[in-house]
């Protein structure tokens, strides 16, 4: 119980569920499955039938031999420790691989900054989060400056949704399973971090216009200058951009 509060809920096992995790994997042979938080191991069991090939990221010790116990196979691994400290080590030196877990809703956010950083990053990520947010990465409604910043280096797409009684303890809130294609070295923006910090200024104050947000960083005649050469009305929001078009201001802007 220890674990859980600190760490968030266990996956009960929802054998739907599971299976499309799994099938969404689109696991292939020559390449590793790390999952992140193996906890009970019922997603764990899932994938070793289609592969031996995995890695799974574990910080509670209690469950560490139970894991260890999943597979004989000498392709299986069971690495103890933080995500957050061991997944660019664990990453480094591994060829073709997907990423997947459930993880803790106060973890989502840092661990998705640590994937999009990490030298050596994977073809897909797949994992059970926090309905809200899943909606906020994907810019359901309109973008925000999670769909934006997740749109730089992946495709963010929901696949199923989740019900809280599928968790134990049940959470106050439902979850989502999602799917980020990552894209290939050749399609990332080469002054990613300098669009982020932009966007960022962007939604500063989501309430106030983008120019208004751009002016506390930005001289004001730069900023009139991007927007006429983007046909953009000053009266803008951050959320009215899309990704390309965020990418087209940090061009002019940063230049």
């Avoid at 116990?69 to 060829?95: A, Q, Y």
């Avoid at 400056?145 to 303890?169: C, G, H």
Wanted: with cysteine; aromatic share 6%; proline share 2%.
């Amino acid at each position: 119980m220890e674990y859980i509060k600190k760490f968030g809920q266990n996956f009960l096992g929802n054998e739907k569920a599971l299976e499309k995790i799994t099938e969404v994997l689109e696991i292939e042979k020559n390449e590793t499955i790390l999952e992140i938080g193996g906890g009970s191991g019922n997603l764990t069991k899932k994938i070793l039938k289609q592969t031996d090939d995995v890695i799974v990221i574990e910080k509670d010790r209690r469950l560490i031999t139970e894991l260890k116990n999943l597979s004989k196979s000498s392709s299986f691994k069971v690495v103890e420790g933080d995500c957050r400290d061991v997944l660019s080590s664990v990453t480094d030196n591994l060829g073709k691989y997907k990423i997947c877990g459930n993880i803790p809703y106060y973890l989502t956010g840092q661990l998705l900054r640590i994937i999009q950083e990490l030298k050596n990053f994977p073809q897909m990520v797949v994992f059970t989060i926090q309905k809200e947010v899943a909606e906020r990465m994907v810019g359901k409604e309109r973008e925000t400056q999670l769909s934006i910043i997740t749109k730089l280096w992946a495709k963010p797409e929901i696949v199923m949704n989740l019900r809280a009684e599928d968790f134990y303890p049940k959470p106050k809130v439902d979850s989502s399973v999602i799917k980020l294609s990552v894209l290939s070295q050749e399609k990332r923006q080469k002054e990613e971090k300098n669009i982020i910090a932009l966007v960022k200024v962007g939604f500063l104050a989501p309430k106030k216009t983008l120019y208004n947000n751009l002016s506390s960083k930005f001289i004001k005649e730069k900023i009139k200058e991007a927007f006429e050469e983007m046909n953009l009305s000053d009266k803008i929001r951050a959320h009215d951009l899309n990704v390309l078009m965020w990418i087209n201001l940090a061009k002019i802007l940063l230049d």
